[in-house]
């Protein structure tokens, strides 16, 4: 089962971002993770899919399955990359897949969530629902979101 099939399937509606890493003292704005119907970070759709290594760098709006520490449980959880320097440890270690071209105000919104010191938000945003679009030809396409001045640290 693949990404698209879970959207499609409407598992990504009225489901809560469930952990949420913005900027700290001393590091850098990392990232919001969405896709576990139970909201504590253990959930999933059921089943496992392998790590498919990518070369997209993980930046500003970039989307990546979430897993555990092994690079074989791939699931239905997700993040999306708050910056650069707080996700480029990630490249190739994890399976990033797509690019945000617009909303670069929701994702700067997510950041500043405030949290527990266990990463999980007070009052979790809910994202309403996901949905396929089909990608314009090569090299037509947007260009990739790039981020916004920083948000003020929590």
């Given at each position: 089962t693949s990404f698209?099939?879970?959207?499609?399937?409407?598992?990504y509606t009225d489901?809560?971002?469930?952990?949420?890493?913005?900027?700290?003292?001393?590091?850098?704005?990392?990232m919001a993770q969405?896709?576990?119907p139970t909201g504590t970070g253990s959930g999933g759709p059921g089943?496992?899919?392998?790590?498919?290594?990518?070369?997209?760098?993980?930046?500003?709006g970039v989307l990546s399955m979430a897993r555990t520490g092994n690079p074989d449980t791939n699931g239905g959880q997700v993040f999306v990359c708050f910056s650069r320097e707080g996700t480029s440890f990630?490249?190739?270690?994890y399976c990033s897949f797509a690019q945000a071209v617009e909303g670069a105000d929701v994702i700067m919104a997510l950041e500043t969530v405030e949290t527990d010191d266990m990463d999980f938000p007070a009052d979790p945003p809910?994202?309403?629902?996901?949905?396929?679009?089909?990608?314009?030809?090569?090299?037509?396409?947007?260009a990739p979101l790039e981020r916004p001045a920083a948000v003020t640290e929590r």
């Amino acid at each position: 089962t693949s990404f698209v099939d879970l959207v499609e399937g409407g598992y990504y509606t009225d489901i809560i971002f469930h952990r949420i890493i913005g900027a700290r003292a001393g590091r850098a704005p990392f990232m919001a993770q969405v896709g576990d119907p139970t909201g504590t970070g253990s959930g999933g759709p059921g089943r496992f899919i392998d790590l498919e290594p990518s070369d997209l760098p993980h930046d500003f709006g970039v989307l990546s399955m979430a897993r555990t520490g092994n690079p074989d449980t791939n699931g239905g959880q997700v993040f999306v990359c708050f910056s650069r320097e707080g996700t480029s440890f990630l490249d190739t270690q994890y399976c990033s897949f797509a690019q945000a071209v617009e909303g670069a105000d929701v994702i700067m919104a997510l950041e500043t969530v405030e949290t527990d010191d266990m990463d999980f938000p007070a009052d979790p945003p809910v994202l309403q629902s996901a949905k396929t679009i089909p990608a314009p030809p090569f090299g037509t396409e947007d260009a990739p979101l790039e981020r916004p001045a920083a948000v003020t640290e929590r």
